[in-house]
């Protein structure tokens, strides 16, 4: 069982930055595929970034590349997502999510533990 909390967010004028931080509970942390996704108001959650259970394989969403960089610290169970160059579009509910295994996937049905969300509202 893993319990995940993430936080970080705010309010935040376009073009700023905020870095997002997810900690989590157990002791296998460095087993578990994580990622970040995000929902808007009135829109499905979508992938963000992912990262694999070493850190050494990332995949980004389109929207989001060259400007958010996803990392880990196995040693303190977190991991985090720096946040650049914000955009109005970017504002929405960020999850962390983690699934043991070693595959990156997109799909959110694939993740078995999420966190409760932190708000990111970027002002244009």
């Known amino acids: 069982q893993v319990q995940l909390v993430e936080s970080g967010g705010g309010l935040v004028q376009a073009g700023g930055s905020l870095r997002l931080s997810c900690a989590a509970s157990?002791?296998?942390?460095?087993?578990?595929?994580m990622g970040w996704f995000r929902q808007a108001p009135g829109k499905e959650r979508e992938f963000v970034a992912l990262?694999?259970?070493?850190?050494?394989?990332?995949s980004y969403a389109d929207s989001v590349k060259g400007r958010f960089t996803i990392s880990r610290d196995n040693a303190k169970n977190t991991m985090f997502l720096q946040m650049n160059s914000l955009k109005p579009e970017d504002t929405a509910v960020y999850y962390c999510?983690?699934?043991?295994?070693?595959?990156?996937?997109?799909?959110?049905?694939?993740?078995?533990?999420w966190g409760q969300g932190t708000q990111v509202t970027v002002s244009s």
């Open positions: 999510a983690a699934r043991q295994g070693m595959v990156l996937y997109v799909e959110t049905r694939r993740y078995d533990y």
């Open positions: 157990g002791r296998t942390f460095s087993s578990y595929a």
């Open positions: 990262i694999s259970g070493s850190g050494g394989l990332t």
